[in-house]
């Protein structure tokens, strides 16, 4: 009958309600799937025939947004009152949700009193969801006077409407936020110049970071022009991470906070090759350092990145980009670091393609480079059900394995790789684990 419930078979579960008798311990899963799925003929044939835990069941509703649920709960069960929880909860949740007519339903059934603190935090979710007709019944109709955090809530999730009404009602700003810092973070700038123009409240340096940071320009420009606060190095180091090339570019000309020496490091991180050769020929005071670019590019595939730094940066790399490159499966990065660059890598490359399961890579190393690899290659790879890497490396090298190839295989059920394992056990076993 559950299944049934659960894929809206009406049809089946009237059949089965007539034909199969139901134990009270399955009537209680029933229960939840009929109000999960929204079954309410179900959910009233359970009701009428079993012990049902109605305030229980109306808490599950309303938490996984059953409001049709809830409602019909409330208009037709016996509910016990509370003064506070769970009611507060269930308030809340509504609130959030903008559902209006459970809002209006459950005070005029008495179920529930709001106190200060839960009316506060009835404006403020319904704020933060931008249900402005949910905001205007909790004060108009209930009285509640607090906003609690929802100007805040309402400013980062770009409300307008409901901040001009929290404004006009004059509701009480619980929040030492600062609004316009909010809505930069998201970049909504009608509601930083409607902020600007009726509150008499500053930003800060934030505001034009977190703007730079997402690309917008625009209001990266509206703040120079309109605010003084300014920014910080952030805003420039961020754009770079995130490859915003024309706030980067505008920064530059028009802000004198520059950025950091790990800038051009952050923007090969995320490969962003254009970025890197900007700052590279754009700096003005700042003296770049990047150690790791060339690994974490190598890591990352970024091929023509690992090239334009061996050619234009004299940090280099380590072994680790060799490594990397091979665990994450770059062949041509591996080729290209062994034909042009000295570090070498170390057995980890070898284990890693292994155990990632990049064989190509691994026949590379074994023809071209002299590292090797441990037994922790092919227990990795037996642990990983990887029963041909296995065969490769017991055809075509001598490092064998220890007990814990076996001991994975067995624990995974790999029948095949324990059986083939089994008869090789002794001659695979060259090191003890």
Known sequence: ?????????????????????????????????????????????????FDVDMNRTLDLAAGIGQWDVAIWIVENCEMKAHPEEPYDELFGRAAGDGNLEFLKLVPSRKLWTPNAATASEMISSAAAAGHL???????????????GDGYFLAAIGGHLEVLKYLHEKHLRNDSTLSLMDAAARNGFLDVMQWLHANFNQKCTTNAMDSVATIGHLNIVQWLHEHRSEGCTSAAMDLAASNGHMDAVKWLHSHRSEGCKWATLGWAAEFDHLDMVQWLHNN????????????????????????????????????????????????????????????????????????VNGHLEIVQWLHENRHEECSTGAMDGAAKHGNLEMVKWLHANRREGSTKKAMEYAALSDNLKMVMWLAPRAARLMLSKA
């Open 283 to 354: 700096n003005r005071h700042e003296v770049f350092f990047c150690p790791d670019a060339m690994d974490t590019a190598a890591a990352q595939g970024c091929l023509d990145l690992v090239k334009w730094l061996t050619e234009n940066r004299s940090e280099g790399c380590t072994g680790e980009a060799m490594n990397d490159a091979a665990a994450y499966g770059h062949l041509e990065v591996v080729k290209w670091l062994h034909e042009n660059r000295s570090e070498g890598c170390t057995r980890s490359a070898m284990d890693r393609a292994v």
């Open 133 to 147: 007709e949910a905001v205007k019944w909790l004060h108009e109709e209930l009285g509640i006077n607090s906003a």
């Open 1 to 49: 009958m559950r299944r049934a419930v659960r894929n809206n078979h009406s049809t089946v579960v009237a059949w089965l309600q007539n034909h199969v008798a139901l134990r009270p311990e399955f009537a209680v899963k029933l229960v939840e799937d009929a109000v999960c799925y929204g079954d309410l003929a179900t959910l009233q044939w359970l009701i009428e025939r």
